[in-house]
Protein backbone atom coordinates (compact mmCIF):
# COMPACT_ATOMS: atom_id res chain seq x y z
CA UNK A 1 0.00 0.00 0.00
CA UNK A 2 0.84 3.50 0.67
CA UNK A 3 2.40 5.24 2.87
CA UNK A 4 4.70 7.70 4.33
CA UNK A 5 7.29 7.84 7.17
CA UNK A 6 8.51 11.07 8.72
CA UNK A 7 11.05 11.43 11.39
CA UNK A 8 9.42 11.95 14.98
CA UNK A 9 9.68 15.77 16.92
CA UNK A 10 9.66 17.97 17.80
CA UNK A 11 13.33 19.89 16.53
CA UNK A 12 14.04 22.64 18.16
CA UNK A 13 16.66 24.64 16.60
CA UNK A 14 18.72 28.16 16.89
CA UNK A 15 18.08 30.95 14.19
CA UNK A 16 20.49 30.15 11.38
CA UNK A 17 21.26 26.29 12.04
CA UNK A 18 20.48 23.74 9.11
CA UNK A 19 17.52 21.93 9.15
CA UNK A 20 16.57 18.41 8.31
CA UNK A 21 13.40 16.15 8.23
CA UNK A 22 13.36 13.30 7.00
CA UNK A 23 10.75 11.74 4.70
CA UNK A 24 10.61 8.07 3.63
CA UNK A 25 7.60 6.63 1.45
CA UNK A 26 6.27 3.29 0.19
CA UNK A 27 3.96 3.65 -2.76
CA UNK A 28 2.40 0.72 -4.94
CA UNK A 29 2.34 3.01 -7.82
CA UNK A 30 4.28 6.05 -9.24
CA UNK A 31 3.49 9.05 -6.78
CA UNK A 32 4.23 12.79 -6.19
CA UNK A 33 5.93 13.72 -3.50
CA UNK A 34 4.84 16.55 -1.73
CA UNK A 35 5.59 18.88 1.54
CA UNK A 36 2.99 20.82 3.13
CA UNK A 37 3.33 23.59 6.13
CA UNK A 38 0.98 24.02 9.02
CA UNK A 39 1.34 27.11 10.80
CA UNK A 40 0.05 27.97 14.52
CA UNK A 41 -3.49 27.92 14.32
CA UNK A 42 -3.93 27.47 10.58
CA UNK A 43 -4.62 25.25 7.64
CA UNK A 44 -2.25 23.37 5.82
CA UNK A 45 -0.35 24.70 2.72
CA UNK A 46 1.73 23.58 0.19
CA UNK A 47 5.34 24.40 0.22
CA UNK A 48 6.67 21.96 -2.63
CA UNK A 49 6.36 19.26 -4.73
CA UNK A 50 8.28 16.78 -6.79
CA UNK A 51 6.55 14.96 -10.09
CA UNK A 52 9.37 12.24 -10.60
CA UNK A 53 12.49 10.75 -9.87
CA UNK A 54 15.54 13.32 -8.89
CA UNK A 55 12.76 16.49 -9.31
CA UNK A 56 14.03 19.07 -6.41
CA UNK A 57 10.95 20.93 -5.47
CA UNK A 58 12.07 24.08 -3.41
CA UNK A 59 10.49 27.28 -1.99
CA UNK A 60 11.10 30.05 0.76
CA UNK A 61 14.62 28.59 0.96
CA UNK A 62 13.09 25.07 1.85
CA UNK A 63 14.22 22.00 -0.92
CA UNK A 64 13.71 18.79 -1.13
CA UNK A 65 14.50 15.80 -4.32
CA UNK A 66 12.60 12.89 -5.13
CA UNK A 67 14.98 9.95 -4.76
CA UNK A 68 13.40 6.81 -5.86
CA UNK A 69 16.10 4.64 -5.08
CA UNK A 70 15.94 5.71 -1.49
CA UNK A 71 12.06 6.24 -1.56
CA UNK A 72 12.67 9.23 0.46
CA UNK A 73 12.21 12.97 -0.17
CA UNK A 74 14.18 14.85 2.92
CA UNK A 75 12.95 18.58 3.56
CA UNK A 76 16.44 20.65 4.20
CA UNK A 77 16.67 24.37 4.56
CA UNK A 78 20.22 26.14 5.30
CA UNK A 79 19.20 28.79 7.52
CA UNK A 80 16.26 28.36 9.49
CA UNK A 81 14.02 31.35 10.76
CA UNK A 82 12.00 31.87 13.66
CA UNK A 83 8.86 32.13 11.33
CA UNK A 84 9.50 29.27 9.78
CA UNK A 85 8.44 27.42 13.32
CA UNK A 86 5.54 25.17 11.81
CA UNK A 87 4.19 21.71 11.20
CA UNK A 88 5.65 19.92 8.28
CA UNK A 89 3.53 17.18 6.14
CA UNK A 90 5.21 14.93 3.91
CA UNK A 91 2.67 13.01 1.79
CA UNK A 92 2.23 11.25 -1.71
CA UNK A 93 -0.37 10.88 -4.11
CA UNK A 94 -0.80 8.16 -6.42
CA UNK A 95 -0.84 9.47 -9.91
CA UNK A 96 -2.35 5.88 -11.15
CA UNK A 97 -5.29 5.85 -8.45
CA UNK A 98 -8.23 7.51 -9.68
CA UNK A 99 -9.08 8.59 -5.94
CA UNK A 100 -6.63 11.21 -5.56
CA UNK A 101 -5.86 11.34 -2.06
CA UNK A 102 -2.86 12.21 -0.58
CA UNK A 103 -1.04 9.74 2.46
CA UNK A 104 0.25 12.20 4.78
CA UNK A 105 2.76 11.36 7.24
CA UNK A 106 2.47 12.07 10.97
CA UNK A 107 3.71 15.72 10.82
CA UNK A 108 6.82 16.70 12.38
CA UNK A 109 7.14 20.24 14.68
CA UNK A 110 9.59 22.38 13.94
CA UNK A 111 10.28 25.38 16.60
CA UNK A 112 12.88 27.89 15.93
CA UNK A 113 14.59 29.77 18.82
CA UNK A 114 15.71 33.67 18.21
CA UNK B 1 -11.51 37.05 -0.50
CA UNK B 2 -10.81 33.65 1.05
CA UNK B 3 -10.24 30.93 -0.80
CA UNK B 4 -11.41 27.73 1.17
CA UNK B 5 -13.38 28.98 4.05
CA UNK B 6 -15.12 26.80 7.21
CA UNK B 7 -17.87 27.72 9.64
CA UNK B 8 -17.80 28.23 12.48
CA UNK B 9 -13.67 28.49 13.49
CA UNK B 10 -14.70 26.98 17.17
CA UNK B 11 -17.71 24.77 18.22
CA UNK B 12 -17.99 24.05 21.97
CA UNK B 13 -20.88 21.30 22.68
CA UNK B 14 -22.38 18.42 24.48
CA UNK B 15 -22.15 15.02 23.81
CA UNK B 16 -24.94 13.63 22.62
CA UNK B 17 -25.86 16.71 20.67
CA UNK B 18 -25.92 16.64 16.72
CA UNK B 19 -23.93 19.93 14.96
CA UNK B 20 -23.35 20.89 11.54
CA UNK B 21 -19.70 22.83 9.86
CA UNK B 22 -19.71 24.29 6.66
CA UNK B 23 -17.08 24.70 3.82
CA UNK B 24 -17.13 26.94 0.68
CA UNK B 25 -14.16 27.35 -1.80
CA UNK B 26 -14.27 30.08 -4.42
CA UNK B 27 -11.54 28.77 -6.27
CA UNK B 28 -13.97 26.62 -8.94
CA UNK B 29 -12.36 23.41 -7.61
CA UNK B 30 -14.11 20.43 -8.59
CA UNK B 31 -13.10 18.18 -5.61
CA UNK B 32 -13.29 19.16 -2.16
CA UNK B 33 -12.14 16.73 1.31
CA UNK B 34 -12.77 16.27 4.56
CA UNK B 35 -10.25 15.82 7.32
CA UNK B 36 -9.77 15.38 10.80
CA UNK B 37 -7.02 16.38 12.74
CA UNK B 38 -6.16 14.74 16.62
CA UNK B 39 -4.36 16.28 19.30
CA UNK B 40 -1.16 14.50 18.24
CA UNK B 41 -1.45 16.33 14.69
CA UNK B 42 -2.19 13.50 12.50
CA UNK B 43 -4.18 13.88 9.67
CA UNK B 44 -6.67 11.30 8.24
CA UNK B 45 -8.98 12.12 5.60
CA UNK B 46 -12.52 10.96 6.08
CA UNK B 47 -14.39 12.06 2.99
CA UNK B 48 -14.04 13.46 -0.72
CA UNK B 49 -16.59 14.64 -3.30
CA UNK B 50 -15.97 15.33 -6.76
CA UNK B 51 -18.81 16.97 -8.63
CA UNK B 52 -20.79 16.72 -5.80
CA UNK B 53 -20.17 12.79 -5.97
CA UNK B 54 -18.93 10.92 -2.72
CA UNK B 55 -15.32 9.39 -4.04
CA UNK B 56 -13.31 8.58 -0.48
CA UNK B 57 -15.50 7.27 2.27
CA UNK B 58 -12.82 6.14 4.84
CA UNK B 59 -14.15 4.31 7.48
CA UNK B 60 -15.72 6.87 9.78
CA UNK B 61 -19.02 6.36 12.01
CA UNK B 62 -22.18 6.77 10.11
CA UNK B 63 -22.43 9.50 12.67
CA UNK B 64 -20.41 11.26 10.53
CA UNK B 65 -23.28 12.41 6.98
CA UNK B 66 -21.19 15.01 4.47
CA UNK B 67 -23.38 17.02 1.89
CA UNK B 68 -22.48 18.97 -0.90
CA UNK B 69 -25.33 20.87 -2.53
CA UNK B 70 -22.88 22.14 -5.01
CA UNK B 71 -19.40 22.01 -6.21
CA UNK B 72 -18.93 24.93 -3.78
CA UNK B 73 -19.37 23.81 -0.68
CA UNK B 74 -19.05 20.83 1.58
CA UNK B 75 -20.65 20.76 5.08
CA UNK B 76 -20.05 18.21 7.22
CA UNK B 77 -23.12 17.28 10.06
CA UNK B 78 -22.26 15.11 12.72
CA UNK B 79 -25.16 13.16 14.79
CA UNK B 80 -24.93 12.07 18.80
CA UNK B 81 -21.59 14.01 18.97
CA UNK B 82 -19.28 11.94 21.63
CA UNK B 83 -15.66 12.54 23.70
CA UNK B 84 -13.68 11.06 20.65
CA UNK B 85 -14.57 13.44 18.16
CA UNK B 86 -13.04 16.78 19.83
CA UNK B 87 -10.61 17.59 16.75
CA UNK B 88 -9.60 20.31 14.09
CA UNK B 89 -11.86 19.22 11.21
CA UNK B 90 -10.15 20.64 7.91
CA UNK B 91 -12.15 21.07 4.38
CA UNK B 92 -9.72 21.17 1.36
CA UNK B 93 -10.15 21.52 -2.21
CA UNK B 94 -8.48 20.89 -5.49
CA UNK B 95 -8.75 21.54 -9.04
CA UNK B 96 -9.67 17.88 -9.82
CA UNK B 97 -9.06 14.33 -8.50
CA UNK B 98 -5.47 13.74 -9.20
CA UNK B 99 -1.83 15.29 -8.60
CA UNK B 100 -3.21 18.79 -7.42
CA UNK B 101 -2.40 20.94 -4.93
CA UNK B 102 -5.09 20.64 -2.10
CA UNK B 103 -5.97 24.03 -0.18
CA UNK B 104 -7.19 24.06 2.66
CA UNK B 105 -9.48 26.00 4.86
CA UNK B 106 -8.60 27.63 8.48
CA UNK B 107 -10.05 24.42 10.34
CA UNK B 108 -12.89 23.73 12.93
CA UNK B 109 -11.73 23.45 16.87
CA UNK B 110 -14.58 20.97 17.44
CA UNK B 111 -14.60 20.26 21.23
CA UNK B 112 -17.29 18.05 23.07
CA UNK B 113 -17.82 17.58 26.72
Known amino acids: GNSVTQMEGPVTLSEEAFLTINCTYT??????LFWYVQYPGEGLQLLLKATKADDKGSNKGFEATYRKETTSFHLEKGSVQVSDSAVYFC?????????????FGRGTQLTVWP | DTAVSQTPKYLVTQMGNDKSIKCEQN?????MYWYKQDSKKFLKIMFS???????INETVPNRFSPKSPDKAHLNLHINSLELGDSAVYFC????????????FGPGTRLTVT
Open chain 1, 27 to 32: ATGYPS
Open chain 2, 92 to 103: ASSQAIGDYEQY
Open chain 2, 27 to 31: LGHDT
Open chain 1, 91 to 103: ALSDRGSTLGRLY
Open chain 2, 49 to 55: YNNKELI
